[in-house]
């Protein structure tokens, strides 16, 4: 890196150290860290900064010694260093390239400070829970090969695909016949319980037994779990949906159960949670695309080309499935059509 960009970074890291300092901010050599004492709730932790070396040119991250956070407050991820739970307090699109050092610090931690004020005062938005759930509800990822919509509750099928993972499949033999043709191997099904929760997931997130227990019985399908759960062939793992504003969201978590034999309900057990990629048409045209796409994926629409080139492979990947192709040979023999 040249010397005078060398020169540049530490004269703003500087400025930046400086600010802390007179923030009361001290420094950990062991964690290469600024910390602080606040109190939050009549308890006292660890609010911590940490600068990149990078620094103005990447920004700050902040963190606060509490595991109780994660689940209780949203943007706030799980408590997995020593350093403690990370504020995802800026979206990446957000970040704007700022050359003063100070201007960023002192923006950042006023936004940091205001994040934590409204939590402290119960003033935080409720539905961000909801908007960031995949990122909350992350134990495990379980694919969804959607190929008819779930209202009611019923019993599907979850696969475990050879170099893949576990697939839910609502039509098992279109599940099994693709993964064929792409040389992946079933290796085994097992039967798995659905259940539409509708509007019953909100803050605060269930994460145990009893709250999930309490969401299925006001839903009336305590009957339907008992009496399948424990059958033969029966996944402990239970798959449900919920909306998030007009659109419909997955999830799973898992049952615990006694040497994999009989599920027991314990009242204050945590679950395990599994984070749902759907992989069906509809989806990937949809995220991949826009309704045009997602459109064209969903019916049977017939496209008739006159030359082969690029334009058959660029309608292909927006969802067309069927193709008369009018391929030119020589003015002679004609052409063919396929």
Known sequence: MDN???????????KTFDYLYSQDFKFSESQNIYYKKITFNSKNIDLKVLIPNEYPLKYPKFYIDDKSWHLTYPHVEEYKTSLGSSICYLEDEDKVPIMDGAT?????????????DEYHNNTFQKDDFLLEFDSYWGDEIIYLDLYNQLQEAQI??????????????????????????????????EDILFLPFRNYISYPLPTTYSKIMNIIRELGYEDFLRSNINKCKMSKI???????????????????????????????YDIKKGRVKRIDRERIFTRGGNNLTRYISMNE????????????FKLAKSGVKNFILICPVSPRYGCLVS
Do not use: M, P, Y
């Open 301 to 312: 629409i017939t496209v008739g080309i006159i030359g082969c080139g690029s334009l058959a």
């Open 104 to 116: 960023i610090i002192k923006n950042e931690l006023t936004r940091i400070l205001s994040i934590i």
């Open 4 to 14: 005078n960009v060398n020169q540049w970074l530490e004269n703003e890291q500087k």
């Open 238 to 268: 239970i798959l449900f949906s919920f909306f998030i504003g007009k659109e419909i969201h997955f999830g799973t978590f898992t049952l615990h159960s006694i040497k994999n034999i009989v599920t027991k309900f314990i009242h204050n």
């Open 156 to 189: 599907l099928k979850i696969s475990n695909v050879q170099k893949f993972g576990r697939v839910i499949s609502t039509n098992i033999d279109n599940t099994i016949n693709n993964f064929t043709v792409l040389n992946h191997e079933i290796t085994k099904t």
